[in-house]
C-alpha cells in the first residue's frame, strides 16, 4: 500500500507564492507518473500538472508560466511551485501517483486546501 501526505497549502494574497509537497511512503521502487490536480467548490476536479519519472511534463493552460511540478525521486516526493497566484487558483490540491512499482495503479492524497485572497 502506498500512503501520500501533502504539505504546504495555506492563505495568501494575490500575486503570491506557496510550495506544495507531497511524499509518498510504502515499498516503492519506482512511480511513473506524480501530479498535482485541484478541484474547487461546484467544479469537478482537473488536472494542474503532472510529470514523468523521465521528467516529461504536462500543465493545464491556466497554470502555464506561473506554476512549476518538479520531484525528487530518491525521496518520491513531488513538488509544485506556485508563482503569481490569483483568486481563481483557490480549491483544494491533491496529489496523484501513477504506475508504482511498474503497476497499474493510482493513488491520491487526502488534499491540501489553497485560498487565494486578500
Known amino acids: 500500500q502506498v500512503q501520500l501526505v501533502e504539505s504546504g497549502g495555506g492563505l495568501v494574497q494575490p500575486g503570491g507564492s506557496l510550495r506544495l509537497s507531497c511524499a509518498a511512503s510504502?515499498?516503492?521502487?519506482?512511480?511513473?507518473?506524480m501530479g498535482w490536480y485541484r478541484q474547487a467548490p461546484g467544479n469537478e476536479r482537473e488536472m494542474v500538472a503532472a510529470?514523468?519519472?523521465?521528467?516529461?511534463?504536462a500543465y493545464a493552460d491556466s497554470v502555464k508560466g506561473r506554476f512549476t511540478i518538479s520531484r525528487d525521486n530518491a525521496k518520491n516526493t513531488v513538488y509544485l511551485e506556485m508563482n503569481s497566484l490569483k483568486p481563481e487558483d483557490t480549491a483544494v490540491y491533491y496529489c496523484?501517483?501513477?504506475?508504482?512499482?511498474?503497476?497499474?495503479?493510482?493513488?491520491w492524497g487526502q488534499g491540501t486546501q489553497v485560498t487565494v485572497s486578500s
Open positions: 496523484k501517483v501513477e504506475g508504482v512499482n511498474f503497476g497499474r495503479n493510482e493513488y
Open positions: 510504502g515499498s516503492i521502487v519506482r512511480i511513473n507518473s
Open positions: 510529470m514523468s519519472f523521465y521528467s516529461n511534463t
